[in-house]
């Protein structure tokens, strides 16, 4: 069975900067899928970021320039590097693999 757990959530203020790691316990193959989503109160469940096996990335519109995500094969672990936070940023952060794997959430919470 697959487990997802995050990492690195906390407050901050506006224009500070966080690390989310995610590590996977299980059996995963090194060409899943893996990536972040967040979901702020009252909204939809959205996408962040997601990073392939061949390390091809793709970013929601509102994080380009600011997120940066990465993978470790050999650790099974996924990062989201997050500089220049904003307000608009907060929500709980959720880590997946492959098309079902989900972690339990880690909040980010920017300050203005």
């Known amino acids: 069975q697959v487990q997802l757990v995050e990492s690195g959530g906390g407050l901050v203020q506006a224009g500070g900067s966080l690390r989310l790691s995610c590590v996977v316990s299980g059996t995963i193959s090194s060409l899943n899928v893996m990536g972040w989503y967040r979901q702020a109160p009252g909204k939809q469940r959205e996408l962040v970021a997601t990073?392939?096996?061949?390390?091809?990335?793709h970013y929601a519109d509102s994080v380009k320039g600011r997120f940066t995500i990465s993978r470790d094969n050999a650790k099974k672990t996924v990062y989201l590097e997050m500089t220049n936070l904003k307000p608009e940023d907060t929500g709980v952060y959720y880590c997946k693999v492959g098309l079902t794997s989900w972690g339990q959430g880690t909040q980010v919470t920017v300050s203005s």
């Open positions: 990073i392939a096996a061949g390390s091809s990335k």
